[in-house]
T-cell receptor, first 112, second 114 residues
Framework: GEDVEQSLFLSVREGDSSVINCTYT??????LYWYKQEPGAGLQLLTY?????DMKQDQRLTVLLNKKDKHLSLRIADTQTGDSAIYFC????????????FGKGTHLIIQP | KAGVTQTPRYLIKTRGQQVTLSCSPI?????VSWYQQTPGQGLQFLFE???????NKGNFPGRFSGRQFSNSRSEMNVSTLELGDSALYLC?????????????FGPGTRLTVL
């Protein structure tokens, strides 16, 4: 079946850029999403990218998609303490019969 | 617009009991999906409803069921609870008729089975 992989932890200094990486296996993925989860909360949609795009920028967030390598990244510029959370990469295959497939999430830790 | 709401936020049940969780989607959204989140398995898709019909289903046993009402509100039911059913249950709604449309999540219901 399809799979989405992420590293479990990322530690960055406040003010630096954070880059969270994700790889997926499903070649029929049509949409790829980034969600943020803070402790005790649900999932907050951050941004998404269609599979026919290479890049999408939204304020401090930049998403890069390398479809050939099935690699997705989320860059957060000027990382702040409020960015501390778990970030999930998710994909939706064409037809969406299996809902969204999520990675295990990357814990973003901000050092002062 | 109000976001996705889920009730109750917390539940404690014992093994063998059954439980019903409720989800109210964003106004105008017709698709509701349910996910289970556990530390071991992560986020897993349970099922998706659209216009009162179950359109897609994940790989969960028949003890997990759901329904959707004419106002798009949805409920999920878990019968004969097991310890492994302890999880955060998340509901997501989306506006259009394809499940690949962007999904907006509620805060979740934290179920603890003792």
């Amino acid at each position: 079946g399809e799979d989405v992989e992420q590293s479990l932890f990322l530690s960055v200094r406040e003010g630096d850029s954070s880059v969270i990486n994700c790889t997926y296996t499903d070649s029929s993925s049509t949409y790829l999403y980034w969600y943020k989860q803070e402790p005790g909360a649900g999932l907050q949609l951050l941004t998404y990218i269609f599979s026919n795009m290479d890049m999408k920028q939204d304020q401090r967030l930049t998403v890069l998609l390398n479809k050939k390598d099935k690699h997705l990244s989320l860059r957060i510029a000027d990382t702040q303490t409020g960015d501390s959370a778990i970030y999930f990469c998710a994909d939706a295959e064409a037809g969406g019969a299996d809902g969204l497939t999520f990675g295990k999430g990357t814990h973003l830790i901000i050092q002062p | 617009k109000a976001g996705v709401t889920q009730t109750p936020r917390y539940l404690i049940k014992t093994r063998g009991q059954q439980v019903t969780l409720s989800c109210s989607p964003i106004s105008g959204h017709r698709s509701v999906s349910w996910y289970q989140q556990t530390p071991g398995q992560g986020l897993q898709f349970l099922f998706e409803y659209f216009s009162e019909t179950q359109r897609n289903k994940g790989n969960f046993p028949g003890r997990f069921s759901g329904r959707q009402f004419s106002n798009s509100r949805s409920e999920m039911n878990v019968s004969t609870l097991e310890l492994g059913d302890s999880a955060l249950y998340l509901c997501a709604s989306s506006p259009a008729s394809t499940v690949t449309d962007t999904q907006y999540f509620g805060p979740g219901t934290r179920l603890t089975v003792l």
